[in-house]
């Protein structure tokens, strides 16, 4: 299944509604200002295995190419890199 970064950040509610994004292992963990303009459905079509959310968090989980989309996204959206523990990239 591919993954369109575009899609996802489009599916999230745009650039300005991320504000942090981070990779542990298999999923992409989002903090989003507004939970509300959340697609999850394109999310899903975008190949994500399935979407967890709490709050303004929501978390993709994507495979083995969580690292790699969590990467492109941080670099799309402007969102500095930090590494966290247990990531695995």
Known sequence: MSHNIDTYIDALGGAANIREVESYISRICVGVDDY???????????????????????????????????????????????????RIC
Do not use: F, P, S, Y
């Open 36 to 86: 509300g303009l959340i697609d999850e459905a394109a999310l899903r079509a975008n190949g994500a295995l399935a979407v967890v959310t709490q709050r303004e968090n929501v978390q993709i989980v994507a495979g083995d190419q969580a690292c790699k989309i969590t990467q492109a996204m941080q670099d799309r959206t402007g969102l500095a890199r930090r590494c966290q523990a247990g």
